[in-house]
């Protein structure tokens, strides 16, 4: 006698397969829906830091007006080089030229112009402490200076570095209050931060002093220079958990 070996049908045995893969999507999905959500609160906090500017820099000069261009350039010179001995002598900070220029001096009318001579021009830019400057600018007006092109303070560079690590400490237990004052009052509690932002430290461009054309007899007044304050601000950001 003989046994047949009867065999499932093909489309049922695919089957299997597809109903066990079905059967494992669904077990996952619990476990999808139980992962937690992450929630942060993002807040930016600032500091700002005053200090004081002991520091001045002061742009000053020579200025000639003249019929002749090489007699007005060699007074310049020799005025300038007077300046510069006296600033040397005086042990001033980063002394250097920033200008030299001389230019024809023309006088208008009628839609026409006359040349009446030339104007020669030599300034130069030190650093110096504030409470000093005043009376050097004195003696550099006798020693023939005739222009204060401007007058800068700052702060030390020690002063500004300082400024600037308690500015970012402001700045963080700023944000850190802010991110309190807001969990509170939805009556969460904060976790863990998860990240920080630091946007720097930025110290504020001190302003610049306008001066003017001077003589010699300026010099018998003694000249008053006060500094001010210089702002150095930071922002730190904060993404907390909760």
């Known amino acids: 006698m003989k046994i047949k070996k009867i065999l499932p049908p093909r489309q049922f045995l695919w089957s299997i397969p597809i109903i066990v893969s079905a059967v494992c999507c669904v077990a996952t999905l619990p476990a999808i829906a139980?992962?937690?959500?992450?929630?942060?609160?993002?807040v930016t906090g600032t500091g700002i830091e005053m200090?004081?500017?002991?520091?001045?820099?002061?742009?000053?000069?020579?200025?000639?007006?003249?019929?002749n261009a090489e007699e007005v350039q060699q007074e310049v010179a020799e005025r300038t080089s007077a300046v510069v001995d006296l600033l040397k002598s005086r042990n001033v900070e980063q002394l250097k030229t920033t200008g030299i220029r001389l230019q024809p001096n023309?006088?208008?009318?009628?839609?026409?112009?006359?040349?009446?001579?030339?104007?020669?021009?030599?300034?130069?830019?030190?650093?110096?402490?504030?409470?000093?400057?005043?009376?050097?600018?004195?003696?550099?007006?006798?020693?023939?200076?005739?222009?204060?092109?401007?007058?800068?303070?700052?702060?030390?560079v020690e002063t500004l570095a300082a400024a600037q690590e308690e500015a970012l400490r402001k700045a963080t237990l700023d944000?850190?209050?802010?991110?309190?004052?807001?969990?509170?009052?939805?009556?969460?509690?904060?976790?863990?931060?998860?990240?920080?932002?630091?946007?720097?430290?930025?110290?504020?461009?001190?302003?610049?002093v306008r001066g003017?054309?001077?003589?010699?007899?300026?010099?018998?007044?003694?000249t008053p220079v006060i500094g001010g304050e210089q702002k150095v601000s930071a922002f730190v950001t904060l993404h907390i958990k909760y």
């Open 34 to 42: 139980q992962e937690e959500v992450l929630r942060t609160l993002s």
């Open 51 to 67: 200090v004081s500017t002991t520091i001045a820099e002061v742009n000053l000069g020579v200025e000639i007006q003249g019929k």
């Open 106 to 156: 023309y006088q208008y009318s009628n839609n026409s112009r006359t040349l009446v001579g030339y104007v020669a021009t030599n300034t130069v830019s030190f650093q110096l402490k504030t409470e000093q400057v005043g009376v050097l600018i004195d003696e550099a007006v006798k020693a023939g200076a005739t222009r204060i092109n401007g007058i800068q303070f700052t702060a030390t």
């Open 175 to 208: 944000a850190q209050a802010q991110a309190d004052a807001v969990l509170q009052a939805l009556n969460f509690t904060a976790q863990e931060v998860i990240g920080i932002e630091i946007n720097g430290a930025k110290v504020a461009s001190p302003p610049v």
């Open 212 to 222: 003017e054309r001077l003589s010699a007899a300026s010099a018998d007044v003694n």
